[in-house]
C-alpha cells in the first residue's frame, strides 16, 4: 500500500512539474518562431547555440558564480550541447533541476548567514579576500568553500561599514566590539533579505529561472533582444514618452530595506492626494488581484508593480515619518514626464552662445504624428534666436537613445532636404529616412556634444549632421549601436508577455555604419570614463559591422577647417587644471585594471586604508572640477525667468544646475570650439 501510495505521489509530482513547464514550453516555441520569422539575423538552432545559450543562461542565474558549486555545474553540462535538441522538440523538462538546485543553493545561503549570527568572526587578517577586475571567478569545489565564502564577505562589509560610517581610524579601533556587536546582525539581515529578494524578483524561483532562459536564448541572437513582461514592457514605454499614465510616485530602496517615497510628480494623483510625502516608508501595496509587502522585496519589483499597465488603481499602506499609520488608494491619471523635458540656457562670455541639454529621444506614443523631443528643441531654439544667440551647443552625453522617428526629425532641422538614415531589414531591403521639409532652423555655427554613453538615436543624429558637416562633434567615441527594436507580443492573448527584438540596421547616409565603432567626434576630449569598456564591441553577440548600398546620395555643406580647430582645443586642453584632474584619474584606474587578481586581508586597518585612498581619487578629481572656474556666465531665456517667478523652488534648482553648466569643463570647451569657428 505505501509502495502504491508512493507511485502516486512520484506520479502526481511529474504532472505537476509538467504542467509547471508547459506555459514556459510554449513561451519558448513561441519566441523562437518569432526570432525566426522577425529577428534582423537570426541565429541558427545548432551547438553553438546550445553552447552560448547555456552559458548566457548560467550567468543570468548566479552571476557571480556565489550558489552553484562545481559538482552542480559538472551535472548541468550534461545540457550545455543538447539545448538546441530540447527546443527543437519543444521538451521543457530540462529546467525542473535548475529551479531545484537554485532554490535549494539560495535557502543554505540563507542557512549559512543565519548561523554567522552566532559565530565569533576573525578580523586578524589570516584570510584574505579576492578581487578579480575581470571579474574572472570560479564555482566553489564544495558547499564548505560556498561558507567561506560568505564569511568573509560578512566580515568586509561589516568593516567597510565601520569606516564609512566614522572617519577616525581610532575612534572605530577603541569601540570595535561595540560597533561590530551593533552592525554584524543588521549586516547579515540585509544580505538575507537580498536572497529573498532574488527569489521573488520574478514573482518565484521558477519564474525567475524560466524568464532567464528565455532571456539568454534571445541575448544570443544579439544584445538588445530580450524578454519583457508586461511590467517591463511598460517600464520601457515610459522611458522614451512625453506623457503617460501614472500615480506619480518614484521609490528607492533604503540601506535598512525600507522602501521610501523619492519623489511625486507636481500634478499628479499622488501630489493631489495631499496625504503622501517624500520619505514616507510603503509598507504593502494592494491591487484587485494582488497585494505586495514591501519588506525585503527589491525596488525594481516595486516600480514594476505600480507601473504595470493593467492596473489603474492601487492601495498604498504607509508609514508616515512620526509612525503614523495610513491607508491610501490612488487612481492613476496622465501627466507629463518632467525629466524629458527641455530647457535652453544662454552661455554669456565674450559671445552668446545657446546650450540644450537632450537626455533622451522621448516621443508620443499615443500618435503616429506625435509630438516630442524635435518639438521640444525647436521651441527652445526659437527662443534662444529671440535672445540673438551667435552659436548653438546640443549636449547628447549619457543619451541613450529613444525614438527613431524623433532622430530623424530632428536631424532633419538641420539639414536642408535629403536622407538621415538609411534601415535595412532581414529581407535585404534598403529603406531611406528622409528629412521631406526644405530649410534648416539654425544656420549658425553649432556643436554637439558625445561620449561613449551616447546611443542609438544619438548616433544616428550626430551621424546624420557630421555627415552633412552640419556641425562638430566634440567629445569621445560614441557607443556603437546601429540597430533598432520592436516590441512584439509573444502570444496574442490580452495577457501575455513580450520580447524586444532586433528588426534591422541602421546605416548612415554615406552608406558606413557605426555599428561597433560608434561615432568618431571631430575633436576627442579626455574623459573619466574612458577606462570603462561598457562600449556595442565590448558585448558578447553584439551584431558586426557592415556597409549597405546608398541609394539617395546627400549633398554636405563645405568642410570647416577641423585640423586648425583641433589644434586650437589641444592647446587648451593641455592647459586645464580640470582636464589634467580628469587624466590623472584616468591614469589611477589603468593602474588598476592592469591587476587581473588582487588579494588583500580582511582587517580594519586594510579596508581602511583602500577606502581612503579610493576616496581621495575621487575627491582630487571632485575638487580640481569643482574650483574649475567659470569661463562664461549661464543664464536663462527670458521665457524661462517668467516662468520660474511662480515657483521658488524650482527657481533654486535652475540656479544650483546653471553654476554646474558653467564649470563644466566639456561645455567650456565646446564654447570655446564655437568661438573658433566663428572666428576662422
Not at 570595535?176 to 524561483?205: M, R, V, Y
Request: one cysteine or more.
Amino acid at each position: 500500500m505505501i509502495k502504491h501510495f508512493t507511485s502516486i505521489l512520484f506520479c502526481c509530482l511529474c504532472w505537476f512539474s509538467s504542467s509547471q513547464n508547459s506555459s514556459f514550453c510554449n513561451e519558448l516555441r513561441d519566441i523562437n518562431i518569432l526570432v525566426k520569422k522577425e529577428h534582423y539575423s537570426p541565429k541558427s538552432l545548432n551547438d553553438s547555440l546550445s553552447k552560448n545559450v547555456f552559458k548566457l543562461f548560467l550567468n543570468e542565474i548566479d552571476k557571480d558564480k556565489r550558489f552553484f558549486t562545481k559538482k552542480d555545474i559538472s551535472a548541468f553540462k550534461k545540457d550545455e550541447f543538447v539545448l538546441d535538441d530540447y527546443i527543437q522538440d519543444n521538451n521543457c523538462d530540462f529546467i525542473t533541476k535548475y529551479i531545484q538546485v537554485l532554490e535549494q543553493r539560495i535557502a543554505s545561503s540563507k542557512q549559512i548567514l543565519e548561523s554567522l549570527k552566532t559565530q565569533a568572526l576573525d578580523y586578524s587578517g589570516k584570510d584574505s579576500l579576492h578581487f578579480s577586475a575581470n571579474n574572472s571567478y570560479s564555482y566553489f569545489e564544495n558547499i564548505e568553500k560556498t561558507k567561506r565564502y560568505w564569511n568573509k564577505k560578512i566580515r568586509y562589509k561589516i568593516l567597510n561599514q565601520l569606516v564609512e560610517n566614522d572617519s577616525s581610524l581610532t575612534s572605530i579601533k577603541e569601540n570595535f566590539k561595540s560597533l561590530e556587536q551593533a552592525i554584524k546582525p543588521k549586516i547579515i539581515d540585509n544580505e538575507i533579505c537580498l536572497l529573498n529578494e532574488i527569489e521573488h524578483s520574478e514573482g518565484s524561483i521558477t519564474k525567475l529561472v524560466e524568464i532567464s532562459f528565455l532571456d539568454a536564448f534571445l541575448k544570443y541572437q544579439d544584445p538588445h533582444s530580450g524578454y519583457f513582461s508586461a511590467s517591463k514592457k511598460n517600464l520601457f514605454e515610459q522611458s522614451v514618452a512625453n506623457s503617460q499614465l501614472s500615480f506619480g510616485i518614484s521609490t528607492e530602496k533604503e540601506k535598512n530595506g525600507d522602501i521610501i517615497i523619492a519623489y511625486i510628480a507636481p500634478g499628479s494623483a499622488a501630489f493631489k492626494h495631499g496625504e503622501i510625502e517624500v520619505n514616507d516608508v510603503i509598507l504593502s501595496i494592494k491591487s484587485n488581484t494582488e497585494t505586495i509587502d514591501t519588506f525585503c522585496t527589491s525596488n525594481k519589483t516595486i516600480l514594476g508593480f505600480i507601473s504595470n499597465s493593467n492596473t489603474d488603481v492601487l492601495t498604498f499602506k504607509i508609514k508616515k515619518k512620526n509612525g503614523e499609520l495610513k491607508t491610501i488608494t490612488l487612481r492613476k491619471t496622465t501627466i507629463a514626464i518632467e525629466r524629458n523635458s527641455i530647457t535652453g540656457y544662454l552661455l554669456h562670455g565674450n559671445t552668446k552662445i545657446g546650450y540644450i541639454k537632450i537626455p533622451s529621444f522621448y516621443t508620443d506614443l499615443e500618435s503616429i504624428n506625435g509630438l516630442g523631443v524635435s518639438n521640444d528643441v525647436a521651441k527652445q531654439i526659437y527662443k534662444l534666436q529671440r535672445e540673438n544667440i551667435e552659436g548653438l551647443i546640443l549636449d547628447f552625453r549619457f543619451n541613450g537613445g529613444g525614438s527613431m522617428k524623433e532622430a530623424a526629425d530632428l536631424s532633419g532641422m538641420f539639414i536642408d532636404r535629403g536622407p538621415v538614415a538609411i534601415s535595412k531589414d532581414k529581407n535585404e531591403e534598403n529603406y531611406t529616412i528622409r528629412d521631406p521639409n526644405r530649410g534648416t532652423i539654425f544656420t549658425k555655427p553649432i556643436v554637439v556634444l558625445v561620449n561613449q554613453f551616447s546611443a542609438s538615436a544619438s548616433e544616428v543624429f550626430a551621424g546624420a549632421i557630421q555627415d552633412y558637416n552640419s556641425a562638430i562633434i566634440v567629445g569621445s567615441a560614441t557607443h556603437g549601436k546601429a540597430t533598432s527594436q520592436l516590441i512584439l507580443p509573444i502570444q496574442k492573448t490580452r495577457n501575455s508577455n513580450f520580447i524586444k527584438l532586433t528588426i534591422s540596421q541602421i546605416f548612415r547616409v554615406t552608406g558606413q555604419s557605426h555599428q561597433q565603432t560608434g561615432i568618431i567626434p571631430d575633436i576627442s576630449l579626455p574623459t573619466i570614463y574612458e577606462n570603462y569598456k561598457t562600449q556595442e564591441t565590448h558585448i558578447p553577440f553584439a551584431l558586426s559591422n557592415t556597409t549597405t548600398e546608398v541609394i539617395l546620395k546627400h549633398r554636405p555643406k563645405l568642410e570647416k577647417d577641423i585640423k586648425a580647430l583641433k589644434i586650437k582645443s589641444r592647446k587648451r586642453v593641455d592647459s586645464s587644471s580640470a582636464f589634467r584632474a580628469i587624466a590623472t584619474f584616468k591614469q589611477n584606474n589603468e593602474k588598476e585594471d592592469l591587476e587581473p587578481l588582487r588579494s588583500f586581508p580582511i582587517t580594519l586597518d586594510y579596508i581602511f586604508s583602500i577606502n581612503n585612498r579610493n576616496s581621495s581619487s575621487y575627491k582630487i578629481k571632485s575638487f580640481s572640477l569643482e574650483k574649475n572656474s567659470s569661463k562664461f556666465t549661464v543664464i536663462n531665456t527670458e521665457s524661462t525667468d517668467k516662468i520660474l517667478d511662480y515657483n521658488e523652488d524650482d527657481k533654486s534648482i535652475n540656479a544650483t544646475y546653471r553654476e554646474k553648466l558653467a564649470i563644466d569643463p566639456h561645455i567650456q570647451e565646446a564654447y570655446f570650439i564655437i568661438n573658433d569657428i566663428i572666428k576662422l
